[in-house]
């Protein structure tokens, strides 16, 4: 299952038990410099929610009783995912969460999984850190999506071995509503700008036209989309 392999397991983590004050919560969270933590029951393995620094700082400012349990700061109580869940839905709960806590096939605590993790796995398959460029391509979402992909990873094989592939929704009101579907595509490195050139006028050619193109090395884009289809170098 991919989201246990990026779980941290409750074993590794700072967590707090729901018994504790919000002053004793406030020292774990200086000692171990973290902005929140999980809060558990006492037999660890039920997730009450999360205990953020920042609301203990803003409640001690304003007066408020430290003697309290930490429970009555206690936020994210429901934002879980199961290990088992889909990977979209990870997108869908952790939004601006630092991290998401993920529960057991038996609602029990596992770990959470956090923002960092996700990214890196999604850097893992841009292939960024072995790539040259990244082109983003267009195509319509029409039938034959994988057809269309077969297509446009065809033309791109013909001049270099492919390094990454990830595809993306293009907002409707964009590219005149035609194109709704981003493909990027990661080339690795060692291609020339004479082959990027001629895999963007071979897709261009074949209905799938470039609409930007990142220089991973250089860490700038080369073709943007408020000019699709042209190299900077060549304005």
């Known amino acids: 299952m991919l989201i246990k392999s990026l779980v941290i397991k409750k074993d590794y983590l700072t967590t707090v038990n729901e018994h504790a004050t919000l002053e004793e919560a406030l020292k774990v969270l200086e000692s171990s410099g973290y902005r929140c933590v999980p809060i558990l029951d006492d037999s660890g393995k039920i997730f009450r929610g999360n205990i953020y620094k920042m609301h203990i700082y803003r409640h001690k400012s304003q007066g408020g009783d430290m003697s309290l349990p930490v ?20 997108f869908f709960t952790i939004k601006d969460l630092p991290y998401i806590a993920v529960l057991d096939t038996d609602n029990t ?19 960024i850190k072995t790539g040259a460029y990244v082109l983003t391509v267009l195509s319509t979402n029409d039938s034959g999506n994988l057809t269309k992909m077969t297509k446009m990873t065809k033309i791109i094989a013909k001049f270099v071995n492919l390094a990454g592939a990830m595809t993306l929704d293009a907002p409707a009101s964009e590219f005149d509503g035609k194109y709704v579907r981003r493909t990027l595509f990661t080339l690795p490195q060692g291609t020339t700008e004479t082959e990027l050139k001629a895999i963007c006028k071979k897709l261009k050619a074949k209905g799938f036209p470039v609409v930007a193109v990142e220089d991973l090395a250089a860490g700038m884009n ?3 989309e408020e000019k699709p289809g042209v190299f900077l170098n060549e304005e």
Do not use: E
Not at 113 to 118: F, N, S, V
């Open 71 to 90: 429970t009555y700061l206690l936020k994210n109580a429901t934002k879980t995912i199961k290990i088992n869940a889909p990977f979209f839905q990870v």
């Open 222 to 224: 080369i073709m943007s």
């Open 109 to 127: 605590f596992y770990g959470i999984l956090t923002h960092a993790r996700l990214l890196d796995m999604l850097s893992s398959a841009w292939n």
